[in-house]
């Protein structure tokens, strides 16, 4: 069900070293974040400006200024939403430093912060999968080296094609866990990424029951203007709401959403014309996020939701999301 918002509501710990014993609590700086996430198997990101800190602040927390360190531990958790419905939406490892002068009277300490980037960069599977094995057992052991790196299963592999398919015959995995994933989400069709519970990982035809929880969108509840239908889905935008995560089922009027006009230029991609039509909507208005940016100032009038989504019974399904691009550059 759909909820009005009323008083916002913002938290910001940074650890000061690799330990996280010990945290700095910015909330009640002005700051302004992003935070940028995808099931595109990469890192969600928050890209942090807290401005106006001292420079004992700043010295404090232990990460050399201007370097990227990305295996640095030092953990960064951000709690957003409203009085009466705030949530963790986003914790991850700190991996850059760096201060600067925004005008003549404002400095800013600038933060920069990955989910699952150890485990993406460095998680490493050496196994040997015997023949029979369901493709659940595979995404487990894939999963299990991810978890010395700070990730865990969270989501686990969709049900629907948890025991579809076995192994005809055994087989070994000697290679990077991103890549193994990669591979395995390929083969069974699904999206994954790396987000603040842990791994993702929904169907790309996505099924729904009556009892997982959907989040209504109106303008009564945080819908601003009306979704538009592109390439990439249906890309709308509301007030930030801890409840919609990647992979959340989200109700919206199909009335509401514009269509992109017919591009007649040469270089025009198919599959962008192909969006005007209404084959990428959802019959009932139920539809899966694919893609979630969360921006906010908690001094100035920023404080959306920028989503992405795919229309769960929906004849067309969108390309791969890259709306939003990820900080790091793998």
């Known amino acids: 069900m759909g909820r009005a918002n009323w008083l916002r509501y913002f938290k910001l710990t940074v650890a000061v070293d690799g330990t996280n014993t010990t945290a700095l609590d910015l909330s009640n700086f002005r700051v302004r974040f992003t935070i940028s996430q995808a099931v595109v198997g990469k890192p969600t990101t928050a890209d942090i400006f807290v401005y106006n800190v001292a420079k004992s602040t700043v010295d404090s927390i232990q990460l050399v200024e201007n370097q990227s360190v990305g295996a640095s531990g030092i953990r960064v958790i951000i709690e957003a939403g409203y009085e009466d419905d705030h949530a963790v939406v986003f914790q991850g490892d700190l991996w850059w430093k760096s201060v600067g002068r925004e005008n003549e009277t404002d400095t800013f300490m600038r933060l920069i912060a990955a989910t699952g980037d150890k485990a993406h960069q460095y998680a490493v599977v050496n196994a040997s999968i015997p023949k029979g094995a369901t493709q659940e057992q595979i995404f487990n052991v894939v999963a299990k080296s991810m978890a010395d790196k700070g990730v865990t299963s969270g989501t686990g592999i969709p049900q629907e094609v948890a025991t579809v398919t076995k192994l005809p015959r055994g087989k070994v995995l000697y290679m990077m866990s991103a890549k193994a994933m990669q591979g395995l989400a390929d083969t069974n069709n699904f999206l994954w990424g790396y987000g603040t519970n842990g791994l993702i990982a929904i169907p790309k035809t996505p099924t729904f029951d009556q009892s997982q929880d959907v989040v209504v969108l109106t303008s009564e509840t945080g819908l601003i203007g009306r979704p538009k239908m592109t390439v990439n889905g249906v890309e709308l935008q509301c007030l930030i ?10 109700q919206i009027d199909n009335r509401s959403v514009q269509r992109d006009a017919y591009d007649t230029a040469v270089k025009a991609d198919i599959m962008k014309n192909a969006a005007t ?54």
């Open 241 to 250: 709401n801890p409840r919609i995560d990647v992979g959340t089922f989200i």
């Open 277 to 330: 039509t209404d084959s990428m909507l959802s019959a009932d208005g139920l539809y899966q996020v694919i893609a979630r940016e969360f921006v906010g100032d908690t001094r100035g009038t920023e404080w959306y939701a920028n989503l992405i989504a795919s229309g769960v019974n929906a004849e067309v399904k969108p390309m791969t999301p890259t709306a939003y691009s990820t900080f790091a550059n793998y």
